[in-house]
């Protein structure tokens, strides 16, 4: 029975690979769960020509003409029906969200929202959401989840928003209960990075089965500034610190924080809006059919995986770590039954 286990258990795993492309992947990229396909960019050294710097990076991807999110969705999704409101505060402009289809498969989308104007951009708060627009977005999670549907997510916010009456409604909590919510939702998460990538604001929604980032699209902690004055007390030194913080796409890709970059248009994404849409529909359909095979208590075993390596690190040739003793606080805690034992 064991000798019949055991082919059958490697031929499936090899069967799941297959179906998410990581032997390739992960023998030729070591980067990630998707193969070169569909125009993507999968290795650094494709920039060692041309490769812009943090600074720049910074600079392209906080362009105010690039495309934001309805701008995405109305030229690389169809019947976009959108739907509004967390159904206990209010609707927050800076997150917009609703059914739509990518290629004839209904999906579920959502994004943030900047503006292509000042006008707008107050309208929708500079693209930073308040906690009622977290709460929106789980709501369509819960909805994309009943319907097996799956979800696409588009990033493009500093960061979201720091004010009085965010952190009165539970700024926080919002956060941690949206990443909370997308590691175990059961359906296949795709996510794009179409600028800016600022702080937890951005890993609300970026927590996929794959992450892409366009070209010139930055993902990191803090913004530069926030970075520079923390560090060395004053914001003039941005460009150090984007430099330090290894924010720029090569640099994601060299990490593994994105699993591969999507090509803009020559100049940039804010030169050509229709051919930036049509490599992220591209990009979205060839991953959707990839991931959409996969058994979901699979898709959820990968994407934990994936997010837990982040910051793990193993040099060779040194010895194994002992652990920590316990805190004092964890042995106060302890049943009585467990401390009795000692």
């Not at 097996?148 to 009085?164: E, F, N, Q």
């Not at 970026?206 to 980032?213: E, R």
């Not at 979901?296 to 910051?311: K, P, T, W």
């Amino acid at each position: 029975m064991l000798d019949r286990i055991g082919p059958l258990r490697d031929g499936a795993k090899a069967s799941l690979e297959d179906a998410l492309g990581l032997g390739n992947a992960r023998r030729v990229e070591k980067n990630g769960h998707l193969a070169i396909e569909a125009g993507l960019i999968t290795d650094a050294s494709a920039f060692a020509s041309a490769r812009p710097t943090a600074w720049q990076a910074v600079q392209a991807a906080r362009h105010i003409g690039r495309p934001h999110a309805l701008d995405i969705i109305a030229r690389a999704f169809d019947r976009f029906q959108e739907l509004h409101g967390d159904r206990a505060f209010r609707d927050d402009p800076a997150i917009v969200g609703g059914i739509a289809e990518l290629a004839g498969r209904p999906v579920v989308v959502i994004g943030q929202q900047k503006g292509a104007s000042t006008e707008e951009n107050i309208e929708r708060n500079f693209g930073m959401p308040y906690p009622e627009g977290y709460r929106k977005a789980m709501r369509l999670y819960r909805l994309a989840e009943k319907f097996h549907l799956p979800l696409v997510t588009l990033i493009d916010t500093p960061g979201a928003y720091p004010g009085p009456e965010a952190e009165e409604r539970g700024q926080a909590e919002a956060i941690a209960s949206s990443i909370h919510r997308m590691t175990r939702l059961a359906t296949p998460i795709v996510a794009v990075v179409l600028g800016e990538g600022g702080s937890g604001g951005a890993l609300a929604l970026g927590v996929a089965d794959v992450v892409l980032a366009l070209e010139n699209a930055t993902y990191s902690v803090i913004s530069p500034e926030g970075c520079a004055a923390i560090l060395w007390r004053s914001a003039a030194e941005a460009e150090r610190a984007a430099e330090a913080m290894k924010l720029a796409g090569p640099d994601l890709l060299e990490t593994g924080v994105v699993d591969a970059l999507i090509r803009e248009p020559a100049g940039g994404a804010h030169t050509d809006h229709d051919a930036t849409a049509a490599a992220i529909k591209t990009a979205l359909v060839a991953q959707l059919e990839r991931l959409t095979r996969v058994p979901i208590a699979d898709l959820l075993s990968l994407r934990y995986e994936r997010f837990r390596a982040f910051g793990a690190i193993v040099e060779p040739g040194t010895e194994v770590v002992q652990a920590p003793p316990m805190p004092w606080w964890r042995r106060a805690l302890r049943s009585p039954l467990r401390r009795g034992r000692r």
